[in-house]
């Protein structure tokens, strides 16, 4: 038996929420400043458009497109 095996693990004092939420926020910072550059907006802002047509609009493979689409979600956890 090593010397930690009898220790008790406690819980933290402070969580790691503040530091998520900035590390959310900055990453939500970068994919809209991205979606901006890709002229995503004005392509949602005209008529509604589907996950196929917004990859061959902004000639982005499927992946980066439910990523840029998606940030919302994830800047609202």
Not at 37 to 64: M, W, Y
């Amino acid at each position: 038996m090593g010397q930690y095996d009898t220790v008790a693990i406690r819980r933290p004092r402070m969580d790691d929420r503040r530091v998520l939420d900035i590390e959310v926020g900055i990453a939500g910072y970068m994919a809209i400043f991205v979606a901006h550059k890709l002229n995503l907006f004005s392509h949602l802002g005209q008529t509604p458009h589907t996950l196929v047509e917004v990859c061959q609009a902004l000639n982005i493979a499927r992946r980066p497109a439910e990523a840029l689409l998606n940030i919302r979600d994830v800047i609202t956890l």
